[in-house]
């Protein structure tokens, strides 16, 4: 069974810092870059960046870049994102997400549907 499994998330004060966690399992992990993305309330699904063996980490949006950060434990299937100068803006359902790199692992990921997600955790800033 398929499973994608988010922790980490809370309540926060702004400035403050979270790290979120992502457990994958039933799926080939080095095969797939997972991405972290968010969902607002009243707002479309957003997506931040992904990391991948094969293509390293990659950029969604800029608008998190220099605040959140992408890490991967290969060993434990598990992906992190680390969230510091967090924003009342921040505030959503955050998911983690398996897009599928190809055969030859050289798919553009960014460009692609997500393949499997997790159930997400939420994510809340207060000012």
């Known amino acids: 069974e398929v499973q994608l499994v988010e922790s980490g998330g809370g309540l926060v004060q702004a400035g403050g810092s979270l790290r979120l966690s992502c457990v994958a399992d039933g799926f080939p992990f080095d095969d797939y870059s997972i991405g972290w993305f968010r969902q607002a309330p009243g707002k479309e699904r957003e997506g931040l960046l992904s990391?991948?063996?094969?293509?390293?980490?990659?950029y969604y949006t800029d608008s998190v870049k220099g605040r959140f950060t992408i890490s991967s434990d290969n060993a434990k299937n598990t992906v992190y994102l680390q969230m510091n100068s967090l924003k009342p803006e921040d505030t959503a359902v955050y998911y983690c997400?398996?897009?599928?790199?190809?055969?030859?692992?050289?798919?553009?990921?960014?460009?692609?549907?997500?393949?499997?997600w997790g159930q997400g955790t939420q994510v809340t800033v207060s000012s």
């Open positions: 990391i991948s063996s094969s293509h390293g980490t990659e």
């Open positions: 997400a398996a897009t599928y790199l190809g055969p030859y692992r050289d798919y553009d990921v960014l460009d692609r549907e997500a393949d499997f």
